[in-house]
């Protein structure tokens, strides 16, 4: 494959940026449409970014936005770790303009299996006064102490996707995440266009990926022109780039 660097507009949901990308990059960036998206690139070298545009200033600047990133290496399903979660941020207002998450699999050979909370269980304040509630130490799974190596995530993508009742919905495409910073699962439908799961309604990922909830609630900033169900006052389809 061609490591040819290329000037390319790639879209977030709150603007763009002007960066040169390899093929590869490329590849991970197309959704399927004419666009690219930042989004599923992660993050790049500010030194491979020419311009950034923001949709809350209305205006393009020279040069790269603010990356700012962080490593949780947090386990948010078994045998899936998300590795790296980041912004890019305008340097003129410090809005959002793009934001990225990274998985890898623990164990390359291994199933993503059952998902996890991505925010974790509020413990009591008052420990002493529940002791009953803290000694369950047998629930701990032997695969947690013996971690494989880490590698990049592939095994979801391509998955058919079905509902409780055993209808097909689409087609797993990737991982990613959502302008309420909540993590989703984009999938090509059965019509041929682009949508999003909730992953909270995924209930199981082994052949196939199949839903707990096929109910999804109509939110605010819905895409007229993908379905996609942005956040609220949102100028722009996360998911596509369409103004709503």
């Known amino acids: 494959m061609s490591s040819e660097l ?11 940026i002007m960066a040169t990308v390899t093929d590869e990059q490329q590849m991970k960036g197309n959704l399927g449409g004419p666009d690219l998206f930042l989004a599923p690139i992660g993050r790049l070298d500010a030194s491979t970014i020419t311009k ?4 809350t200033c209305e205006k393009e600047f020279e040069g790269p936005p603010k990356i700012e990133f962080e490593n949780p290496n947090e386990e948010v399903a078994e045998n899936l770790i998300l590795a790296e979660r980041g912004q890019y941020i305008c340097n003129s207002c410090n809005a959002s303009i ?8 623990q164990d390359e050979a291994g199933e993503v299996g059952v998902a996890k ?3 974790p269980q509020v413990q009591s304040a008052q420990p002493e006064t529940v002791p009953q509630q803290v000694a369950e130490p047998t629930t701990v799974q032997p695969t947690a102490t013996q971690p494989g190596p880490v590698t990049s995530i592939t095994s979801i993508e391509g998955k058919s996707v079905f509902d409780e009742n055993a209808n097909k919905v689409g087609i797993a495409k990737q991982v990613g995440i959502d302008s309420t910073q909540s993590m989703v699962l984009v999938i090509t439908k059965e019509d041929g266009t682009e949508g999003s799961i909730p992953w909270s309604s995924i209930k199981k990922i082994g052949e196939v ?14 895409c007229s022109s993908c379905g996609f169900a942005n956040k609220e006052g949102s100028k722009f389809c996360e998911d596509c780039g369409s103004k709503i």
């Open 98 to 105: 793009a934001e990225y998450r990274d998985f890898k699999k």
């Open 209 to 222: 990926v199949i839903l707990g909830n096929p109910e999804v609630a109509t939110q605010p900033g819905k």
């Open 117 to 119: 909370p991505l925010e």
């Open 6 to 16: 290329r000037l390319k507009k790639l879209r977030g949901s709150g603007g763009y």
């Open 52 to 55: 950034h545009f923001c949709n």
